[in-house]
């Protein structure tokens, strides 16, 4: 079974896997980087605007193979304009 590693960075923190996890294949990691990223959101909500957060995955030569995303964005205003009818 192929170790994968989970390494995160929340806008501020780049968080690198030092341990890993063995699972099936790359869809098994593309799950385990998914389900990351909300608790990564609810952990860290934004101080400002914006804030992206990234789970990097890297197989077990330390190549990149994977890399998920979340973006938390607040606008302020009228923004009631913009939303579909």
């Known amino acids: 079974m192929p170790r994968f ?9 780049y ?10 294949d790359i869809e098994a990691a593309k799950l385990e980087a998914q389900k990351a990223l909300p608790d990564m959101a609810k952990d860290g909500l934004p101080n400002g605007n914006h804030r992206s957060f990234v789970v990097n995955v ?3 030569s330390g190549r ?3 890399r998920t995303a979340l973006s938390l964005v607040i ?10 009818s």
């Open 15 to 24: 968080a690198p896997d030092q341990d890993g996890l063995d699972l099936a």
């Open 75 to 84: 606008e302020e205003g009228t923004l009631d304009d913009e939303l579909p």
């Open 58 to 60: 890297r197989d077990e």
């Open 64 to 66: 990149t193979v994977l």
């Open 5 to 13: 590693f989970f390494d995160t960075y929340d806008g501020k923190q």
